[in-house]
């Protein structure tokens, strides 16, 4: 298998790592927004969050969390966030963002440009109807049941 975070893992590929049990990894990303970000992955090769095993997400959520208040205390960043997009390698990964502004996680159809600068702002992105919500609202909370 090409998975870089499985080379990673397997200790094939060098990695700065920051912590490490039997089924998480979590070590330093090597293109952060800012100093100190931090993916943390299942040891297990799973392309979807989603289709991570509950008990091993809420590993990874409780030790994220964790590691979310020792970046806040030692970096000192205004505040950490957390973002799992799904893109860029194919396995799972939740990523610690030390932020320094609101635009350091952001989303494209945010953007806009105002006098030469791009602004970042939820003003660009649509308003949906209470009704729109109610229906997606009903077709998760029914799933839940
Ligand atoms: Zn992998």
Redesign the pocket.
């Known amino acids: 298998?090409n998975?870089?975070?499985?080379k990673i893992?397997a200790n094939e590929v060098e990695s700065s790592k920051v912590y490490e049990d039997d089924n998480i990894l979590a070590f330093m990303d090597l293109h952060p927004v800012n100093e100190g970000q931090v993916l943390v992955?299942p040891k297990e090769?799973?392309d979807h969050f989603s289709d991570i095993p509950e008990e091993l997400a809420l590993k990874i959520f409780s030790k994220s969390h964790q590691i979310s208040k020792k970046i806040k205390e030692k970096l000192n960043p205004e505040r950490v966030g957390f973002v799992v997009h799904g893109y860029g390698?194919?396995?799972a990964h939740l990523i610690i963002i030390p932020q320094k502004c609101s635009t350091d996680i952001a989303h494209g159809k945010m953007a806009k440009i105002e006098d030469g600068k791009i602004i970042f702002t939820v003003d660009n992105l649509p308003m949906v109807p209470r009704v729109e919500l109610d229906k997606v609202a009903k077709i998760i909370k029914d799933s839940l049941l």
């Open positions: 298998m998975c870089i975070f499985c893992i992955v090769h799973i390698v194919a396995h």
